[in-house]
């Protein structure tokens, strides 16, 4: 019974160091996922690739954003519209249309079309009845990500962008660069803080604010494609609201700080298990020799 004791007490410190280290573990495995993706997407595309004008798929994308530019986004106007995929997924596996890359989050995730749940639980997703990013003049692609989403990080640390910096969209035929012109915090109602803007190479991506805070605001960063018109969007307001750099440091380190005490109490009950395991050994044996 007191072996059975003991060993509850360690599988339950055990159990309690895996929980503490669940974000780190789930951040490695998104980016190892990630990263196979990337590898599949680069050799699937250089194996069929296709000039522009002769891709199907590339010319469904730019009637489509010919068309809501022209129609002044109608539809863009409730979740089911942000949430449906605009155009034929045929060709994009399980939905993804390339991959972003913003290297001051240190982030790389898979780029879906239409924001469902389930794409948004995976990498980050483009709105529907936005424009999808291939690099043209009248369009701006809304692109969301969770402010953390079961341990990985995603959009988490998207206060750390400012103006100047860089984010990168590959989709199948090219690498889009664009950089961060316009930093603001809007009403989740607020469509027309993301809609397109006349003359205007952009995406926009969006998560919410502040950091768990159940989505009461939307975090907006607008970037436009680098060498064309900046956005005209994009003020200072979002610095008079709380910032959440403190809270997810206070996290982190409530995470590590637990991981390693957990570790330390796990190690600590292990030695002095081996230790007593030993000197019963020894004791053993002098009671034969005696």
């Not at 469904?60 to 034929?88: G, L, M, T």
């Not at 397109?196 to 768990?212: A, F, K, N, S, W």
């Not at 796990?266 to 009671?287: C, G, N, P, V």
């Amino acid at each position: 019974m007191k072996i059975i004791v003991k060993l509850f007490g360690l599988l339950c410190i055990a159990g309690g160091i895996a929980l503490f280290s669940s974000p780190m573990i789930a951040t490695e495995n998104i980016k190892q996922e990630t990263k196979q993706y990337i590898t599949q997407f680069k050799q699937k595309e250089e194996k069929n690739k296709l000039n522009k004008e002769d891709d199907p798929r590339y010319q469904e994308i730019e009637e489509y954003n010919e068309k809501i530019y022209e129609n002044h986004q109608k539809d863009f106007r409730d979740v089911n519209s942000y949430q449906s995929s605009p155009i034929s997924l045929k060709g994009f596996k399980d939905g993804k249309f390339g991959y972003i890359k913003i290297p001051k989050m240190d982030v790389k995730l898979p780029l879906y079309v239409g924001a469902s749940n389930s794409h948004l639980a995976q990498g980050a997703a483009i709105l529907g009845q936005t424009s999808i990013p291939i690099g043209e003049v009248d369009t701006n692609s809304v692109i969301a990500g969770h402010r953390g989403y079961q341990g990985a990080p995603f959009f988490r640390e998207i206060e750390k962008l400012d103006k100047g910096d860089t984010v990168t969209i590959v989709n199948p035929w090219d690498t889009l660069e664009y950089e961060v012109t316009g930093i603001d915090v809007i009403s989740p109602f607020n469509t027309d803080a993301v809609m397109i803007q006349e003359g205007r190479d952009m995406i926009t991506l969006v998560t919410c604010h502040p950091y768990r805070s159940g989505g009461k605001y939307r975090y907006i960063v607008y970037c436009t494609r680098k060498g064309t018109k900046p956005s005209r969007k994009g003020n200072e307001s979002y610095q008079l609201l709380k910032t959440s750099t403190q809270d997810i440091n206070n996290e982190d380190n409530v995470r590590r700080g637990g991981a390693l005490l957990l570790a330390f109490l796990f190690l600590s009950a292990l030695a002095q298990e081996i230790k007593s395991f030993i000197q019963e050994r020894r004791y053993k044996k002098r009671s034969k020799q005696l």
